[in-house]
């Protein structure tokens, strides 16, 4: 048990090192396709997964309906999904129309940035998507198109159930190779 403590103890600070820190998800504000400013503070108490993605995308395209799936499946159980768009000023007027037209059951902001991305340590490419716990606290990563087994053992794991191997705090699904991962797993207990 010590060693899990140990182990928990050293992500902690390893995401203060990098900005993993509540500070920095809770400063995380954008508007909504209504003007009106969602900060991440106001979903606390929910495990939020924040998407970045842009009308352009077309992988993003199509990890929409998975993530309208998972919103549906997992909403009444505190997991809210948003989507940040980071869509160009000509672009922006096109976000509310898709969302419309793909009937998207979750919020979508935008004026989100890449700037933004590369304080969560997301990059600057599209598809990506940061997971925060309940108390607000970036807890995993994955660059690129998400996929549906690993995003529902992954939200499964951030609900309290622990099956099979736990996923890792980081993927990077735009390498060819998979890299090894050296990042201990937060999931990990």
Not at 141 to 160: F, I, Y
């Amino acid at each position: 048990m010590r060693s899990g403590r140990t182990v928990a103890v050293a992500i902690f600070f390893l995401f203060g090192i990098f900005g993993f820190s509540r500070e920095g998800a809770a400063q995380l504000s954008l508007r909504d396709t209504h003007g009106n400013t969602q900060d991440i503070r106001k979903y606390r108490g929910k495990i939020v997964v924040l998407n970045f993605w842009a009308t352009w995308c077309v992988s993003c395209q199509h990890e929409m309906p998975l993530l309208e799936e998972m919103q549906k499946k997992y909403g009444d159980k505190g997991v809210i999904v948003l989507g940040a768009s980071v869509d160009d000023e000509k672009s922006q007027p096109l976000v509310e129309p898709f969302a419309e037209k793909n009937k998207i059951p979750f919020p979508l902001l935008v004026g989100a940035t890449t700037d933004q991305m590369q304080q969560l340590q997301l990059g600057e490419s599209i598809p990506a998507t940061a997971f925060f716990d309940a108390d607000g606290n970036l807890i995993a990563r994955v660059l690129g198109e998400l996929n549906k087994s690993d995003l529902q053992n992954r939200l499964e794991w951030m609900l309290g159930k622990h099956h099979g191997k736990a996923p890792p705090a980081f993927v990077n699904g735009f390498q060819k190779k998979p890299a090894p991962d050296s990042t201990p797993s937060i999931f990990s207990r």
